[in-house]
T-cell receptor, first 110, second 116 residues
Framework: DAKTTQPPSMDCAEGRAANLPCNHSTISGNEYVYWYRQIHSQGPQYIIHGLKNNETNEMASLIITEDRKSSTLILPHATLRDTAVYYCIVRSWTGNQFYFGTGTSLTVIP | EAGVAQSPRYKIIEKRQSVAFWCNPISGHATLYWYQQILGQGPKLLIQFQNNGVVDDSQLPKDRFSAERLKGVDSTLKIQPAKLEDSAVYLC??????????????FGNGTRLTVT
């Protein structure tokens, strides 16, 4: 079952940073936080993941709070192609399962 | 590296008929997942394989759904008989990791099933 809470929708102006929040207050110490996005008619695409430290790759940055109860995905310069549904997932440690919630629908506005 | 392959891309059947979906994971990936995604919802895990063994099928409606992963590579998901509420996208994903690793899932583009 999903262990994360996300706002259902957000807007962001093109060229600005998109900050997508996620609450995972029941996360265990050895569980990772993953972010995926899904564009219409495609399968979910992996973005980034982290355990305790902040992470950055070519797509995004992931900021995890010190108590690990929440995180923020940052798309530094949003483009129209970033319009998608973004899922925050806590990976089950015991069984290696990924449980998706309902995600955040991000709309990048020209 | 080639991605997760799924077929068919689309399928339309009448209720009470049967249907099968096929998935070829990324080469070398030991873990394979099937998800069901109903329009407007996030993907729901149906079944997880580790090699050719089932790890988790707690959310699989076993009266009508079945899945197998022969030889620990390709997998098929079958529905028999189909109901209207089975209309959804069926996603296959694979991962190289075992428990305790942090390798991400890689998804195929899914099979869109419409039951009329």
């Amino acid at each position: 079952d999903a262990k994360t809470t996300q706002p259902p929708s957000m807007d962001c102006a093109e060229g600005r940073a998109a900050n997508l929040p996620c609450n995972h207050s029941t996360i265990s110490g050895n569980e990772y936080v993953y972010w995926y996005r899904q564009i219409h008619s495609q399968g979910p695409q992996y973005i980034i993941h982290g355990l305790k430290n902040n992470e950055t790759n070519e797509m995004a940055s992931l900021i995890i709070t010190e108590d690990r109860k929440s995180s923020t995905l940052i798309l530094p310069h949003a483009t129209l192609r970033d319009t998608a549904v973004y899922y925050c997932i806590v990976r089950s440690w015991t069984g290696n399962q990924f449980y998706f919630g309902t995600g955040t629908s991000l709309t990048v506005i020209p | 590296e080639a991605g997760v392959a799924q077929s068919p891309r689309y399928k339309i059947i009448e209720k009470r008929q049967s249907v099968a979906f096929w998935c070829n994971p990324i080469s070398g990936h030991a873990t394979l997942y099937w998800y069901q995604q109903i329009l407007g919802q996030g993907p729901k895990l149906l079944i997880q394989f580790q090699n050719n063994g089932v790890v988790d099928d707690s959310q699989l409606p076993k009266d009508r759904f079945s899945a197998e992963r022969l030889k620990g590579v390709d997998s098929t998901l079958k529905i028999q008989p189909a109901k209207l509420e089975d209309s959804a996208v069926y996603l296959c994903a694979s991962s190289s990791s075992d428990r305790g690793s942090d390798s991400p899932l890689h998804f195929g583009n899914g099979t869109r099933l419409t039951v009329t």
